[in-house]
Nanobody
């Protein structure tokens, strides 16, 4: 069974940066898509950024130009570099890996941005 483990969350001030990392047990290359999602209190979970096997990336409009996702198939990791963080970026960030066989989620890492 595939397991995903996130790390790198924390409490920062607006304008600062954080880097999230997700380690996938097993071959990340077997997944069509790996990405990051977040859920703020009282809100639905939303896609933040994802990267496809071929390297194409997709970002939520709210993070374009500030966040960058990278995938390392050799290390089975997917990282999310978050710059110029805003209070609206606060939430529980989840790593997700998806293929035609299904999907797997991590337990989440908390990101809190104070104004």
């Amino acid at each position: 069974q595939v397991q995903l483990e996130e790390s790198g969350g924390g409490l920062v001030q607006a304008g600062e940066s954080l880097r999230l990392s997700c380690v996938v047990s097993g071959s990340i290359f077997s997944f069509n898509t790996v990405g990051w999602y977040r859920q703020a209190p009282g809100e639905q979970r939303e896609m933040v950024a994802r990267v496809f096997r071929g390297g194409t990336t997709d970002y939520a409009d709210s993070v374009k130009g500030r966040f960058s996702i990278s995938r390392d198939n050799a290390k089975n990791t997917v990282d999310l570099q978050m710059n110029n963080l805003k209070p609206g970026d606060t939430g529980l960030y989840y790593c997700r890996a998806a293929s035609q066989r299904g999907e797997a989620w991590g337990q989440g890492t908390q990101v809190t941005v104070s104004s």
